[in-house]
């Protein structure tokens, strides 16, 4: 009385979404400019444009950069976008910010350049237990991607998901 087992959720017409799968690989880095500050709390423009000259930014090549400040410092917007101008030839990409916003700025670009035509109509497994720093707003991204067409979308596994929407056609 053997009775074969058969996979239902390989047979099923689930299609799973993993935001890992399409995660760039590539260095996070935090570029800090309060060490290019006076005391780390004044920017003096002079002292300032010479550290970026004299910085060697060849080292960020194939990088995705955050810039930012740590300290409470008023920073002039200019400060920021000098750093930006000096990274942009040399990283994958640069934003002024944190490392939250850099995931973010990332996932929400890749998403745009997804055709989601596969998921029509059919019921969506975002997976869940990622390794990789994936930020609470590339799912809100993708949802929005895949709520329009999809038939119902669920967080998690195949064998626990959570729901979270389903179409009312």
Same mark, same amino acid.
């Given at each position: 009385?053997?009775?074969?087992?058969?996979? +239902?959720?390989?047979?099923s017409k689930l299609k799973t979404f993993d935001l890992e799968e399409i995660y760039p690989e590539g260095k996070r880095i935090l570029?800090?400019?309060?060490?290019?500050?006076?005391?780390?709390?004044?920017?003096?423009?002079?002292?300032? +444009?010479?550290?970026?000259?004299?910085?060697?930014?060849?080292?960020?090549?194939?990088?995705?950069?955050?810039?930012?400040?740590?300290?409470?410092?008023?920073?002039?917007?200019?400060?920021?976008?000098?750093?930006?101008?000096?990274?942009?030839?040399?990283?994958?990409k640069v934003v002024i910010g944190n490392l939250e916003l850099l995931e973010t700025v990332i996932y929400q670009e890749l998403l745009?350049?997804?055709?989601? +035509?596969?998921?029509?109509?059919?019921?969506?497994?975002?997976?869940?237990?990622?390794?990789?720093?994936?930020?609470?707003?590339?799912?809100?991204?993708?949802?929005?991607?895949?709520?329009?067409?999809?038939?119902?979308?669920?967080?998690?596994?195949?064998?626990?998901?959570?729901?979270?929407?389903?179409?009312?056609?």
């Amino acid at each position: 009385m053997e009775k074969e087992i058969i996979n +239902r959720v390989s047979n099923s017409k689930l299609k799973t979404f993993d935001l890992e799968e399409i995660y760039p690989e590539g260095k996070r880095i935090l570029f800090d400019i309060k060490d290019w500050l006076f005391e780390e709390i004044i920017l003096k423009e002079k002292d300032f +444009r010479k550290s970026v000259k004299n910085h060697n930014w060849s080292q960020y090549k194939g990088s995705f950069v955050a810039v930012n400040c740590s300290v409470d410092a008023i920073i002039p917007s200019w400060a920021f976008m000098l750093v930006a101008a000096e990274l942009i030839p040399h990283a994958n990409k640069v934003v002024i910010g944190n490392l939250e916003l850099l995931e973010t700025v990332i996932y929400q670009e890749l998403l745009n350049f997804i055709d989601f +035509r596969d998921f029509t109509d059919s019921p969506v497994i975002l997976k869940g237990c990622a390794e990789k720093p994936i930020p609470n707003s590339a799912y809100a991204f993708l949802i929005t991607k895949l709520q329009p067409i999809a038939k119902s979308i669920m967080f998690g596994e195949a064998c626990s998901t959570v729901p979270l929407y389903k179409s009312k056609k």
